[in-house]
């Protein structure tokens, strides 16, 4: 109000999925903006579509980077540990699947237990300085956690770090290794700070692994190789809508075109695509003459 506008241009209401539903239903509403699961998201859109509005889907990521043998393993380390346990692991671009090449998989992951082990160490409330670590959104969310760890143990998986809750919402960041790549519960996101190390003994295996799960937002690769680079970001590498080079899965995407492909959804938020959505697009012709020029030379005489 303070800039002439008026006070209901931004609103917010709070409730269930009835609110979510009358929003998807509502003719009025040219365009519903959602994020959240690909299992809602697929609702939302088959609702809003029913009524020909339209809709922007941001939803679940299964994200995964790749360790080429010539990466360098510092820079790996750190991005891993900071894509995995950052906001423990409450971010739909967080790292889901680390792809390990042979060569360095027994180094990748002995390291990366090492600096877990010093994360634990700076484990407190987010909003006081210093903090690395914090809890869970909610007790739904820790039981979705101890959920999938029992699951991913009965089909073989192996923890490396972790695998406790450590006190109310408060869980241990996880590596889960020994699992086949194409695994049930690897190709299922949870929503909680857990990552599968698997192992590939190429680039186009490791490109094959990040491809072949539904979703498709964030992925990235270290290598020092520009012609691995090159095949990374071109037709036969990743199917993401975010395709990053030797920077994490996470951290780098505010201000560029967010989104995914695939069960994703499709949608971009926020950078230069993403204005477009919102806006209805009509191709005008004006004419300033007194001629009227008609398509396929027909002619009234």
């Avoid at 269930?16 to 009025?28: I, K, T, Y």
């Avoid at 971010?91 to 010093?118: F, M, N, P, Q, W």
């Avoid at 903090?131 to 998986?157: D, F, I, M, R, W």
């Amino acid at each position: 109000e303070k800039n002439d506008l008026p006070g209901a241009v931004s609103a917010l209401c709070q409730g269930g999925s009835d609110v979510g539903q009358r929003l998807a239903e509502d003719p009025r509403i040219k365009l519903v903006s959602f994020t959240g699961s690909t299992e809602v998201g697929k609702k939302v859109a088959l609702t809003v579509q029913n009524r020909f509005g339209k809709h922007l889907l941001e939803l679940g990521g299964n994200n995964a980077l790749i360790v080429n043998n010539d990466a360098d393993i510092e820079m790996v380390v750190r991005s891993a540990v900071f894509a995995c346990v950052g906001t423990a692991g409450q971010r739909c671009t967080t790292l889901r699947r680390l792809i390990l090449h042979e060569d360095v998989y027994d180094e990748v992951l002995g390291r990366l237990k090492k600096s877990y082990a010093s994360i634990m160490k700076r484990r407190g409330d987010p909003l006081d300085d210093g903090t690395l670590y914090g809890p869970l959104h909610s007790q739904q969310g820790v039981q979705g956690y101890l959920n999938t760890l029992k699951e991913a143990k009965e089909l073989g998986g192996k923890v490396e770090y972790g695998g406790s809750v450590i006190e109310g919402n408060y869980v241990e960041p996880t590596i889960i290794t020994g699992l086949p790549h194409d695994s049930p519960v690897v190709h299922r996101e949870t929503f909680a700070p857990i990552v599968y190390v698997l192992k590939c003994s190429s680039l186009d295996e490791g490109i094959a692994i990040n491809n072949e799960v539904e979703q498709g937002l964030s992925s990235s690769i270290f290598t020092t190789d520009l012609g691995n680079v090159f095949k990374w970001l071109g037709p036969k590498g990743s199917d993401c809508g975010i395709v990053n080079v030797n920077i994490p899965t996470s951290g780098a995407e505010i201000g560029g075109a967010f989104g995914g492909e695939k069960a994703t959804g499709g949608g971009r938020e926020s950078g230069s695509d993403a204005w477009k959505q919102y806006m209805r697009r009509s191709t005008c012709t004006i004419n300033y003459t007194k001629e009227l020029p008609l398509a396929q030379g027909i002619k009234f005489e």
